[in-house]
């Protein structure tokens, strides 16, 4: 059935394309969807994926960017040679395939625990804590005056949102609120510098292949603040599924991130980083119990979510080894 | 008095019964699925078994801690209220202590696997 619309689509814009085939609903909730198929090409089939919310889902959730921004950020970024898939089409309303846009598809693994365990990635893992640190670095680089429209946010606005998510939760935990202490006594304060943050630039949200990076993905929370915020994100013990003494995705260390990210032209603030790096651990913590409340309230009442509001735990035993570690 | 056999009991039965029956039938998104569904029942299954004696040693830390009596969600609400306050912090006397203890015994219900809680229980629990 949407085959046909994007049969429709591919044929105004994409010169020579006749139809497309094999179109298959990869993931999303119900707001948002992703969708991969082939343009059928005299040339050979082009390898696409379609990002969108279909009709009657236009609003995006606040802190999203929304889809056109994602579609112009993901394009500057291919432009500035940031490993990120080409735009190829943003969506008209004549379509009739909601709001969104049509990328190149890149091939390569997203799952974060292949990337880390199987054979095929065991060249690349060495070199990609550095790889990303150069990825970053080229991310927020990004000039302000072409990005679109973003959210603005402080560590101290970050702080009082997440706050008021967590109080909204009425889930009196002491590990929660000694951290948002702890955030409040540490707060670095304004950025000297407020550049592009991709905001879940994380392992899981990367196409990675045998030599390393190819695709940065997943860019619905971009927004301007503090550069340092992604350096910590992406450290962040969640994300590293398992391997948790290399803190960069599971893949290497901080040092060598913060040596790909100089040599790359730009200045690393360590103590900015492991307060973004706590701030984030909190983060998903809080998202966790918001799955629960989903879970309990909302029309999402899947196992899945579920047993997700059980791993709030996991970012409470995290938060103390950063805040409160125990001699070794 | 409920008859027995006890929850615990029964909810271990059913999880085998899924894990060692029902497994090897089912494939694709409806396998990962039952995988989630036998995770919560071995979730439970611990929960049910630990549950009141961690619940019994938290109440108890909690009391000195804190200097007054109350259920486990009360004292939670009030050690939370003292350490938005201020009043509370990692200076305070037995505190980490706690924390760390109440965190060690959640995880054991909830993610055992959990590499940074091998890890602590490494360190000697």
Redesign the interface.
């Known amino acids: 059935m949407i085959e046909a619309e994007l049969s429709r689509s591919v044929q105004r814009w994409c010169p020579g394309a006749t139809g497309v085939s094999g179109a298959a609903r990869l993931s999303g909730g119900a707001s948002q969807e992703t969708w991969r198929f082939d343009i059928v090409h005299p040339g050979g089939p082009i390898g696409a994926i379609l990002r969108r919310s279909p009709k009657g889902y236009g609003a995006a959730p606040t802190r999203a960017a929304g889809l056109t921004a994602e579609a112009q950020l993901m394009q500057l970024a291919f432009e500035a040679g940031v490993p990120s898939p080409r735009v190829m089409h943003v969506l008209t309303p004549d379509e009739e395939l909601g709001t969104g846009f049509i990328m190149q598809r890149v091939e390569g693994e997203t799952i974060a625990r292949k990337i880390l365990r199987d054979d095929e990635f065991a060249a690349a893992r060495p070199l990609l804590a550095r790889q990303i640190g150069g990825v970053l670095a080229g991310l927020h680089r990004l000039p302000l005056d072409q990005l679109p429209e973003l959210r603005s946010r402080s560590a101290t606005q970050e702080i009082d949102e997440f706050e008021r998510d967590y109080r909204s939760l009425n889930w009196?935990?002491?590990?929660f609120?000694?951290t948002?202490?702890w955030l409040r006594d540490h707060d670095p304060g304004p950025s000297t510098e407020t550049t592009l943050v991709h905001g879940d630039f994380r392992n899981g949200n990367l196409i990675i292949g045998a030599e390393g990076v190819r695709a940065v993905l997943d860019w619905e929370l971009a927004h301007l603040g503090d550069p340092m915020e992604d350096l910590g994100w992406v450290c962040v013990?969640s994300w590293?599924f398992?391997?948790?003494d290399k803190p960069v995705g599971g893949f290497g260390s901080r040092e060598e991130l913060f040596a790909g990210y100089e040599a790359a032209g730009r200045k690393v603030d360590p103590a900015r980083v492991k307060f973004w790096e706590v701030m984030g651990t909190l983060r998903w913590g809080i998202m966790c119990g918001g799955m629960m409340q989903r879970f309990r309230e909302g029309p999402d009442h899947s196992?899945?979510r579920?047993?997700i509001g059980?791993?709030a735990?996991?970012t409470?035993?995290?938060l103390?080894?950063l805040?409160?570690p125990?001699?070794? | 008095m409920q008859d027995e056999p006890t929850p615990i009991e029964l909810t271990k039965a059913v999880a085998d019964f899924l894990r060692n029956d029902i497994t090897p039938l089912i494939s694709g998104h409806q396998a990962f699925k039952l995988r989630v569904a036998i995770n919560i029942l071995d979730l439970v299954t611990r929960q049910l078994t630990q549950e009141e004696a961690s619940d019994a040693r938290e109440v108890e830390r909690l009391r000195a801690l804190l200097g007054m009596d109350g259920s486990v969600t009360e004292l939670n609400r009030a050690l939370a209220e003292r350490i938005a306050k201020g009043e509370v912090d990692l200076a305070t006397p037995g505190l980490a202590e706690h924390l760390w203890a109440t965190t060690m015994d959640k995880l054991a219900v909830d993610q055992p696997n959990y590499a940074s809680y091998k890890r602590e229980l490494g360190r000697g629990g």
């Open positions: 009196p935990k002491p590990v609120e000694l948002l202490r013990n590293r398992g391997e948790i196992m899945e579920a047993m059980r791993r735990s996991e409470e035993i995290d103390l080894r805040l409160a125990r001699g070794s």
